[in-house]
């Protein structure tokens, strides 16, 4: 089954990671029939130019929650071995997003950090 994503989400994803720089942007994600539709922004996350942190404690697990979108500063959108620990531990989709943080500088992992086709619907 594959995933698809609002591209409104995704562009709003992109803008909260441009307005973030130099710091990383974190947020859980919400879907619907495996369509991504909304960002959820957890009270204390602590965002720095090398990490993010969650307090997954604040996570609203019960309102369908399955991964994560962050971004990295640089132009790199493969996840690092702490992403994948995350991913591991959480959902089933994660987004990064990179420099220039447009809709061509971003990817889907699954949980295991292995990329996953997502349509922008």
């Known amino acids: 089954m594959t995933w698809a994503i609002e591209g409104e989400l995704l562009d709003a994803i992109n803008e909260s990671a441009r ?11 919400r879907a619907e029939k495996r369509v991504i539709t909304e960002m959820v922004l ?25 991964g994560s979108a962050h971004s990295h500063p640089g132009r790199n959108n493969e996840p690092s071995d702490a992403d994948r620990g995350f991913f591991n531990s959480m959902g089933g989709v994660h987004i990064i997003t990179c420099l220039p943080f447009d809709r061509n500088s971003w990817k889907a992992y699954d949980r295991s950090g292995f990329p996953v086709d997502v349509d922008i619907i």
């Open 42 to 66: 957890l009270p204390g996350t602590v965002s720095g130019e090398r990490h993010g942190i969650l307090d997954i404690n604040m996570a609203p697990m019960a309102l369908g929650i399955i």
């Open 19 to 29: 307005h973030s720089f130099p710091n990383e942007f974190l947020c859980l994600l």
